[in-house]
Nanobody, 124 residues
Framework: QVSLVESGGGLVQVGGSLRLSCAAS????????MGWFRQAPGKQREFVAT???????SYADSMKGRFTISRDNAKNTMYLQMNSLQPEDTGVYSC??????????????????WGQGTQVTVSS
């Protein structure tokens, strides 16, 4: 089992940047694929990015070229660098752990463990 805690959210102006972190506690962080999801008010949770245990990454189309997902297994931490933020990027960003560590999974159903989320607000 793994526990996840996000940090790094906040208020930023259009075009700004934020770096989110997801700290994992418990055993076996490196044995999980990891993902970021977000949920805007009144909308369903949507996939943002994922990284496998071996570092293979995948992004939602609207995030490609702006967001970068990474992980540091020695620190049990995953990151999401977000650049060129837009108002439509506003939402609660949550990290999640996928026991199928070598798969690219974009569905939240594939992820067993979730953090509580961190709010990102982009003002215009």
């Amino acid at each position: 089992q793994v526990s996840l805690v996000e940090s790094g959210g906040g208020l930023v102006q259009v075009g700004g940047s934020l770096r989110l972190s997801c700290a994992a506690s418990g055993r076996g962080f490196s044995a999980y694929g990891m993902g970021w999801f977000r949920q805007a008010p009144g909308k369903q949770r949507e996939f943002v990015a994922t990284i496998t245990a071996t570092g293979i990454t995948s992004y939602a189309d609207s995030m490609k070229g702006r967001f970068t997902i990474s992980r540091d297994n020695a620190k049990n931490t995953m990151y999401l660098q977000m650049n060129s933020l837009q108002p439509e990027d506003t939402g609660v960003y949550s990290c999640a752990a996928n026991p199928n560590r070598f798969r690219i999974d974009r569905s939240p159903m594939a992820y067993n463990y979730w953090g509580q989320g961190t709010q990102v607000t982009v003002s215009s």
